[in-house]
């Protein structure tokens, strides 16, 4: 029991303690959509299932840790196999796509729709005509350090008040 409370302690400080590096950054970056950068970002040959699509990638910021990435994104027609190693939440600004979970499960994601993908999962990407989002990126924690994060939760939260 004591391990465990050293452990969570131990955790809660090192997620508590401010980022040395976040003070080259400046507190707030805005940007239009629309006058970011986008550079070429070439879908890996071997997913491309139809069509030749092209896309495209900006960099909007990142943290200092950089465990998060805020980015536009932007694709031509075709038909792909796309993995996320990083989980990823879309908003998608322009245009459509329908993307098919590995479950089977299709949606339909226009402009103006919100989407969460999972780390480590894989979906294929249809896109009839072109699609631009907003991605938010963000490196899961190693399983060890996630399950001390969740401990500090649940103690903060009160759950487990009994150790």
């Given at each position: 029991?004591?391990?465990?409370?050293?452990?969570?302690?131990?955790?809660?400080?090192?997620?508590?303690?401010?980022?040395?590096?976040?003070?080259?950054?400046?507190?707030?970056?805005?940007?239009?959509?629309?006058?970011?950068?986008?550079?070429?970002?070439?879908?890996?040959?071997?997913?491309?299932?139809?069509?030749t699509p092209l896309?495209?990638?900006?960099?909007?910021?990142?943290?200092?840790?950089?465990?998060?990435?805020?980015?536009?994104w932007d694709c031509?027609?075709?038909?792909?196999?796309?993995?996320?190693?990083?989980?990823?939440?879309?908003?998608?600004?322009?245009?459509?796509?329908?993307?098919?979970?590995?479950?089977?499960?299709?949606?339909?994601?226009?402009?103006?729709?919100?989407?969460?993908?999972?780390?480590?999962?894989?979906?294929?990407?249809?896109?009839?005509?072109?699609?631009?989002?907003?991605?938010?990126?963000?490196?899961?924690?190693?399983?060890?350090?996630?399950?001390?994060?969740?401990?500090?939760?649940?103690?903060?939260?009160?759950?487990?008040?009994?150790?």
């Open positions: 029991m004591a391990l465990k409370l050293l452990l969570a302690g131990m955790a809660s400080v090192a997620l508590a303690a401010p980022n040395r590096r976040a003070d080259a950054q400046p507190p707030v970056i805005a940007a239009n959509c629309d006058h970011l950068a986008l550079k070429a970002a070439p879908i890996n040959p071997d997913w491309i299932i139809r069509g896309a495209r990638i900006g960099e909007h910021s990142q943290s200092g840790d950089e465990a998060s990435l805020t980015a536009v031509t027609a075709g038909e792909f196999r796309w993995f996320f190693g990083w989980d990823e939440t879309v908003v998608i600004q322009e245009g459509e796509v329908h993307v098919t979970a590995e479950d089977g499960v299709q949606r339909l994601l226009k402009a103006g729709d919100i989407a969460y993908f999972r780390q480590g999962t894989w979906s294929t990407w249809r896109v009839d005509t072109y699609v631009r989002k907003v991605a938010f990126l963000r490196k899961p924690f190693p399983e060890p350090l996630a399950t001390l994060y969740r401990i500090r939760n649940a103690l903060r939260r009160g759950k487990y008040s009994a150790l």
